[in-house]
C-alpha cells in the first residue's frame, strides 16, 4: 500500500533535509516526492509518496508533526497499480 502526505513546510534551512531524515528514520520507503512553492502562504507544499509496508504511519504523522518547520499535514490514500500508464492519483489511464 502506498499513501501520500501532504504538508506545508517553512522555508528555513535545512527543513527539507529533517524531513526527509526523519521518514528515512522512520523506515519508510519514499517513492516519490514533489514539491511547490506556495509564495502566498509563505511556505512549501511538499507531497510524499510512501510505500507502507509493514510500518505503522500514524508513528510517523506524529513525528513528522513535531518537527519545527512544519505547518500542517494531511495523508491521503493513493491508487494502487501495475500499469505504469495509470494516473496514480486518479485512477485514469493517462
Not at 55 to 68: F, P, S, T, V, W
Request: proline residues 4%.
Amino acid at each position: 500500500m502506498t499513501t501520500r502526505l501532504t504538508l506545508l513546510l517553512r522555508p528555513a534551512e535545512g527543513a527539507l533535509l529533517r524531513l526527509l531524515g526523519t521518514v528515512q528514520r522512520r523506515g519508510f520507503e519514499l517513492a516519490g516526492i514533489r514539491t511547490e512553492a506556495q509564495p502566498e502562504a509563505g511556505l512549501w507544499r511538499v507531497e510524499l509518496d510512501l510505500a507502507l509496508g509493514s510500518r505503522d504511519i500514524a508513528n510517523l504523522r506524529r513525528q513528522i508533526e513535531k518537527l519545527y518547520d512544519v505547518d500542517s499535514l494531511i495523508d491521503e490514500p493513493l491508487v494502487e497499480s501495475d500499469d505504469p500508464e495509470l494516473d496514480h492519483e486518479t485512477g485514469a489511464a493517462a
